[in-house]
């Protein structure tokens, strides 16, 4: 049964401060992962789409990578904003069915 | 893309009574699913369809909960017999028919349940 974990579930740091998020799976048959946002009371915004045979995506202030193998995901993010403050998911998606399996986010806040 | 859209954004409802949401995925989007989210946690599967056909349910979607999507446009989801444990928010998503392995899912605001 495939889970994933997402350590820290919370993380503070200055504003312009460069940070690491990590997202870790149990099962490496993944089709794809993603990197969503949320923010508060509101719904997911997909930031970045792995797929299986890639190795990062990049958008912007914004970088993904995927090690299937290890089972590991991470999101990069570059000289952070207070905009950035949200809680970043990663989801899943295995390659026998079609549902995303979720982490249970990390809460960052980004302080000015 | 006018985005996905959901109604009602909050619904608050006796235990017992049966509740009705509905999700308006994006157009041209044949791929539609349904998620709960509860507070603290990531969403979790309750069904999916592709066009018309109801695909995927999780165990979690007991035989209170029914899912539709006639004519392959939008879905509406009703929870029967509400219990406090229904209490979360409901999550709709959409997405078209994959390029590669890439099939985005693009998440409506949500109907957030509360069950008194």
């Known amino acids: 049964k495939q889970e994933v974990t997402q350590i820290p579930a919370a993380l503070s740091v200055p504003e312009g401060e460069n940070l690491v998020l990590n997202c870790s799976f149990t099962?490496?048959?993944?089709?794809?992962l993603q990197w969503f946002r949320q923010d508060p009371g509101k719904g997911l915004t997909s930031l970045l789409l792995i797929q299986s045979s890639q190795r990062e995506q990049t958008s912007g202030r914004l970088n993904a990578s995927l090690d299937k193998s290890s089972g590991r995901s991470t999101l990069y993010i570059a000289a952070s904003q207070p905009g950035d403050s949200a809680t970043y998911l990663c989801?899943?998606?295995?390659?026998?069915?079609?549902?995303?399996?979720w982490g249970a986010g990390t809460k960052l806040i980004i302080k000015p | 893309d006018t985005g996905v859209s959901q109604n009602p954004r909050h619904k608050i409802t006796k235990r017992g009574q049966n509740v009705t949401f509905r999700c308006d995925p994006i157009s041209e989007h044949n791929r539609l699913y349904w998620y709960r989210q509860t507070l603290g946690q990531g969403p979790e599967f309750l069904t999916y369809?592709?066009?018309?056909?109801?695909?995927?349910k999780s165990r979690l979607l007991s035989d209170r909960f029914s899912a539709e999507r006639p004519k392959g446009s939008f879905s509406t989801l009703e929870i029967q017999r509400t219990e406090q444990g229904d209490s979360a928010m409901y999550l709709c998503?959409?997405?078209?028919?994959?390029?590669?392995?890439?099939?985005?899912?693009?998440f409506g605001p949500g109907t957030r349940l509360t069950v008194l």
């Open positions: 099962d490496s048959a993944i089709y794809n």
């Open positions: 989801a899943v998606r295995p390659d026998s069915n079609y549902q995303l399996i």
């Open positions: 369809f592709q066009n018309e056909a109801q695909l995927e």
């Open positions: 998503a959409s997405s078209r028919k994959p390029q590669g392995h890439t099939d985005t899912q693009y």
